[in-house]
Structures are given as C-alpha cells and as structure tokens.
Nanobody, 118 residues
C-alpha cells in the first residue's frame, strides 16, 4: 500500500506565495505520475497540476497557469507545488495523487487546507 502525505498548507494573504509538499512511499516513486487536485466547498474536485515520471512533462489547470509550478525530487520521494500570486479563489483543500497508470492503480492523500484571505 502506498501512503501519500501532503504538507505545507495554511493561511496566506492575497498575492502571497505558498509551497505544498507531497511524499509518497514506495521504492518506485520515480515511476509514479503525480498530480495535485483541489476541492473547494460546494465545488467539484479539479486538477491543478500534474507531472509525469520521465520525461517530467507537466500540465496545469487553466486557472493556475503561469502562477503555479509543479516539480519533483525523486531522491526524496516528494513532489512540490509552488503557488504564487494566490487569490481567494485558490482557497481549497489540496489533495495529492500518486498513480501507476500502466497498472491502473492510484493512491490519494487526505489533503491540506489552503486559505487565501486578508
């Protein structure tokens, strides 16, 4: 069983920055496709960012393009989400997903709350 754990959430003012981290257990982290999703109250879960194993191709949701950056450090079994120019609409629980698409398996973390408010 792969364990996925997010950290780094908190309260930040509009225009501020925050970096989230997500670690996933297992010896084959480098093979995982990693994604960040978010879910705000009353809204559907949406894809924020994704990074492939190799090559590290990235993609972003339209609402965060140009503001958020996803990266990974395979030596640390960790994926990061650097969030800049945060807006109140970015307020949500941010949830990390690790997947092995070739095996049809994925695992979810429990999420970390990000609140953007003055």
């Amino acid at each position: 069983q792969v364990q996925v754990l997010e950290s780094g959430g908190g309260l930040v003012q509009p225009g501020g920055s925050l970096t989230l981290s997500c670690t996933a257990s297992g010896r084959i982290f480098s093979n995982y496709a990693m994604k960040w999703f978010r879910q705000a109250p009353g809204k559907e879960r949406e894809l924020v960012a994704a990074i492939a194993p190799v090559p590290r191709i990235t993609r972003y949701g339209d609402s965060v393009k140009g503001r958020f950056t996803i990266s990974r450090d395979n030596a640390k079994n960790t994926v990061y989400l650097q969030m800049n120019s945060l807006k109140p609409d970015d307020t949500a629980v941010y949830i990390c997903n690790a997947a092995l698409p070739s095996q049809g398996r994925d695992w979810w973390g429990q999420g970390t709350q990000v609140t953007v408010s003055s």
